[in-house]
């Protein structure tokens, strides 16, 4: 297969973004002599010609150009250049072609302007094998779109330096590609003369003549250190451009801009979404996670992700844990934690942190996961597995190969060597070959094209080998690794070649769809076809969100070596050892910390509009970084942005609704001025993605306190007084009750995991997440080591006797479930057998005045002001009511204040705070309503109320009527006079 290039609007853009920067240029080159040093002595006059670049254009014509380069941009304009030499920042997100661009820009400078010495610079050796990749199968299409055009390219070698020298003296384009490391020190055989080789210069001495145009590719990576910015100043560049999807130093001016959030709208990259798997949480296993290590001088704290139990479940939680802590006790008296024992040590040394405990497991280091790891992996792998064959079902049809990759930071783990040095499978390898044999076999697959393909041969491994050839853990910085790298880069169009035999496609490479690598070697994979990426990582994750991303985001190419574009067809799965959640809101913050700053408003965000156009030179004049300052400043005082600078509702609505306005200053700078900084606006700010609510609609309840007279304190002398409880309980009818509840409500699942699939959307605000799927499934049972002790767990957590919980367990007949999944077991029969108790309690419960007389707070129901809106109100007459509105949650509880108000016969009614509440056995109870009710000629009546929108007692949960039972109780043992009441449907009082 060859890759098939094509005009592409956008590269071609970023392309003359470079080209036009040198508007006004002559085609230009310049001459020098090389002097042989060893012959300078003895009177040699001549010496061999140079030949190198010469740029006559001035500084203020460059700037000028790059000003206007950046009005058709719409990117912020500069106002000065760098200095020693130019440099320009070219901004292109991964995956877009940035290697392509930087290429047929060099011809086209070369053609345009005779510059023939180019230097690029890359910050590693899987990027330099890239570049020679591109360099390789882009040089057909340059031959013929440029006519022949004849250029050499070599990658710096120390054992090569003819190549140097005929870099300085051939007339031709000459392209060196070189990584920093060889020549960021005095050390280096670059910096060092040789009187033997190069006329007795040094490399570097003999470049330096030719003025090279520089590429930086990626300069975060690569100019990042005060060393190599002076090495690469030491290369005498003419001129730097800097090409990155991450700049760090935006000092540069910007030539060009593609970022993420462009490449998504325009769908020149992959969409990629983020598969998710974790264990439902059910404390059988004793998950810990060590997220980090925090010393001060005198406390060493680690700070430790596990499950902790609350009332009603178990969650994750991060919690500190210090020397001598008891991890059982942190969990809440989880099981599965009593054989952790207690903090022994704490380690913060850097590169060294780790937790140390008393019992299993003995060390946890920092980012390692504790929990049933071989489990998750295989669930990992069977979903990279399913996601991989679905994509072949619909890309197949198309000429499209799918491929898949997983990186593995310990290598053993899918390869091992025998007593006798030949290669056994792993661990994983192990189980992807009996999941993929298990999911291939179904029928949905067996229309698939590679179904009959061994599956020993469907998957292989990417590493770097030792001297004796055996694969091994590599950093991916060293010799073993660029040959890796090379291997990859020479497999790239066999991998995207489907296996056929009739075409002679028999290699290795056509029969491999799923690949293994080390994670070190993360920036050598970068191909098309890559449809789905699983993290299979042991520790700590060193593959940035980003960098799991960029692998797979170039637009998918068929069996021609063509694009095919659209999101129908290009989505990359990230399989991530994570939940979505955690990778969205990580891969956010990755951006952010690279200087992409979704929603913000910098002060040069409006430089670049354009005010005027001159009618003879079409020159464009800029609004500028000063007014564009001016303009920000104004939008803040005017709260149209935040104290982040980041749009606000009042903003979204005056754009909305036509009320946005400018200064009157900026009206008269340009006819449709307001249009030009709403357009510039909506850029950055998605009007509709706020959720403005109508600040109208607030209302302030106030107190009345001519309402607190009289009938406020009639009705509050029946309802004040506090109560205590005591209980009776009928040991052998809770048994009967406590056992039947069990067998009949009791539901222990076995162990699952929980997969979910969301879309990420790139936006101008920031990463979104849009749900595509959501499912559970089984795993195989859990083997359990130790089961944990049912019996002293339910005593603890119900306080019931030993002989009774037995007699329960037996006659619910429910012990078979334990062994399932123990801790579910455990947790829910103690909260069946504590609701059980409670509503035992009930029936036995006795309410009693307290005899100190003890009171409820009227300061209660003396609260000056509430703030509401105007659907959650309803409002009060005739000072009938503490407030002149009163607050409801519900339409129920609308429904009876608004006969209160219609009936007359209430004289005075109060719906009773959230502080009045009335203890019970199973919780704090909160009655609804108090009122007073006078019909003509008869006594006042006092009522609680409560309004539950329905008086069937089988509609009301068991808890929920247990606890009103006992505000009956409670109100008739302070025997007031008041009687409690339910309201029915629809009816508001109903008596």
């Not at 440099?87 to 290429?103: A, D, H, P, S």
């Not at 591109?134 to 390219?153: L, N, P």
């Not at 025998?418 to 994983?428: H, V």
């Not at 149209?640 to 903003?651: F, P, Q, R, V």
Request: hydrophobic share 35%; with cysteine; aromatic share 10%.
């Amino acid at each position: 297969m060859n890759i098939q290039f094509k005009e592409l609007d956008y590269q071609d853009a970023a392309i003359q973004s470079i080209i036009q920067a040198f508007d006004g240029q002559h085609v230009r080159q310049s001459e020098f002599t090389i002097m042989d040093q060893a012959q300078v002595g003895q009177g040699k006059l001549f010496g061999d010609k140079g030949i190198g670049n010469k740029i006559d254009l001035s500084a203020s014509k460059l700037l000028q150009n790059v000003q206007q380069i950046q009005i058709g941009q719409g990117i912020p304009i500069s106002e000065s250049l760098s200095t020693p030499f130019p440099q320009f920042n070219i901004e292109m997100e991964t995956g877009t072609g940035k290697t392509f661009v930087y290429l047929k820009s060099i011809l086209e400078l070369s053609r345009k302007y005779g510059f023939t010495k180019f230097i690029i610079i890359v910050p590693s050796v899987a990027i330099k094998e890239g570049v020679m990749k591109s360099i390789s199968i882009t040089k057909e299409y340059f031959k013929t779109q440029m006519q022949g055009i004849v250029y050499r390219a070599f990658m710096y070698d120390s054992k090569n330096l003819n190549r140097v020298q005929g870099f300085a003296t051939n007339e031709d384009i000459e392209i060196m590609i070189i990584n920093i490391q060889s020549f960021n020190s005095n050390d280096n055989l670059f910096n060092r003369t040789d009187m033997d080789a190069l006329y007795g210069l040094s490399p570097k001495e003999l470049v330096r003549e030719t003025h090279p145009i520089v590429i930086i590719d990626e300069p975060q990576s690569v100019d990042n250190t005060e060393n190599a910015q002076q090495a690469i100043a030491a290369l005498n560049p003419s001129i730097v451009f800097r090409f990155s999807a991450t700049h760090k130093n935006k000092s540069y001016p910007l030539l060009y801009k593609l970022g993420p959030v462009e490449a998504y709208r325009q769908k020149l990259v992959k969409q990629v979404e983020v598969a998710g798997i974790k264990p439902a949480i059910d404390g059988n296993k004793a998950y810990m996670k060590l997220i980090a290590i925090k010393a001060t001088k005198k406390t060493m704290t680690a700070i430790v992700e596990m499950y902790v139990k609350n009332k009603t479940s178990i969650e994750k939680k991060e919690i500190k844990l210090k020397k001598d802590d008891d991890v059982y006790l942190k969990s809440k008296r989880i099981a599965a934690y009593e054989h952790v024992g207690f903090v022994k040590d704490i380690s913060a040394e850097p590169g060294q942190e780790y937790i140390e405990f008393s019992g299993e497991p003995s060390i946890i280091r920092l980012s390692q996961a504790l929990e049933d790891d071989l489990q998750l992996k295989r669930a990992q792998i069977r979903k990279t597995i399913e996601a991989h064959l679905n994509k072949e079902l619909k890309l197949n049809p198309l000429g499209i190969k799918v491929l898949s990759l997983f990186f593995i930071d310990n290598v053993i783990n899918y390869r091992q060597y025998d007593d006798k040095n030949q290669r056994i499978r792993g661990p994983y390898a192990k189980i992807f070959e009996e999941e993929y044999e298990a999911i291939i076999s179904s029928e949905k697959y067996k229309a698939l094209r590679d179904r009959h393909v061994p599956v020993s041969e469907v998957h292989d491994g990417y590493f770097s080998v030792d001297g004796k050839g055996k694969i091994k853990n590599t950093n991916g910085m060293g010799q073993s690794d660029e040959s890796t790298y090379h291997i990859i880069m020479k497999d790239k169009e066999d991998l995207l070649t489907f296996y056929d035999e009739a075409k002679g496609n028999v290699k290795k490479a056509h029969k491999l769809r799923f690949i293994f690598s080390h994670s070190a070697l993360k920036e050598g994979w970068d191909n098309p076809n890559v449809f789905q990426i699983c993290t299979l990582i042991e520790t700590k994750d060193i593959i940035t969100k980003r960098q799991k991303i960029g692998r797979g985001l170039r637009i998918a190419v068929n069996q021609e070596g063509e694009r095919v574009p659209g999101f129908e067809v290009n989505t990359l799965t990230i399989m991530a050892n994570e939940s979505y959640e955690e990778f969205a809101s990580g891969l956010q913050k990755e951006y952010e910390e690279e200087g992409i700053e979704f929603g913000v408003f910098l002060d040069d965000i409006f430089s670049s509009l354009v005010i005027a156009v001159d009618p003879e030179t079409g020159y464009k004049t800029p609004l500028g970084q000063q007014k564009s300052k001016e303009l920000v400043r104004y939008l803040k005082e005017q709260h149209y942005l935040d104290a982040e600078n980041k749009g606000t509702e009042i903003l979204a609505k005056a754009i909305k609704a036509n009320t946005f306005a400018i200064p009157e200053s900026f009206k008269s700078m340009a006819k449709d001025m307001k249009e030009k900084i709403i357009a510039a606006i909506q850029g950055k700010f998605n009007v509709d993605k706020i959720d403005i609510k109508d600040r109208n609609n607030k209302v302030s309840v106030k107190l009345n306190k001519e309402a607190l007279a009289t009938p406020f304190l009639e009705l509050w002398e029946r309802i004040k007084y506090k109560t205590s409880y005591c209980i009776q309980l009928d040991s052998e009818a809770f048994i009967e009750q406590a056992a039947h509840k069990l067998s009949e409500e009791l539901e222990v699942r076995i162990a699952k995991l929980e997969y979910e699939r969301h879309r990420l959307e790139t936006t101008g605000m920031g990463i979104e997440t849009v749900k595509k799927e959501q499912t559970t499934f089984s795993v195989s049972a859990a083997q359990y080591e130790k089961a944990p002790d049912l019996l002293t767990y339910l005593q603890n957590e119900t306080k019931l006797t030993r002989q009774t919980l037995i007699a329960i367990l037996k006659r619910s007949d429910t012990l078979r479930d334990f062994k399932r999944n123990p801790q579910t077991y455990m947790m829910e029969t103690a909260r069946l057998l504590n609701s059980a108790k409670r509503l035992a309690l009930v029936d036995g419960i006795q309410y009693k005045k307290l005899a100190n007389g003890e009171v409820y707070e009227q300061s209660l129901f003396l609260q000056e002001d509430i703030e509401s809106y105007k659907d959650y109100i309803v409002p009060v007459h005739d000072k009938r009511s503490p407030y002149d509105h009163v607050i409801v949650d519900s339409t129920v509880e609308r429904e009876f204040a608004q006969a209160c108000e219609h009936d007359q016969n209430v004289s005075f009614y109060i719906k009773l705070p959230a502080g009045f509440k009335i203890k019970t056995p199973l919780g704090n109870y909160n009655p609804d309503w108090a009122l007073s009710l006078q019909q003509e000629g008869q006594d006042k009546l006092y009522f609680i109320v409560e309004t539950k929108g329905s008086i069937a007692t089988e509609d009301l949960r068991p808890t929920e009527l247990a606890k009103i039972r006992c505000g009956e109780k409670h109100f008739a043992a302070i025997n007031t006079g008041i009687t409690f009441r339910r309201a029915p449907d629809q009816q508001a009082i109903y008596f």
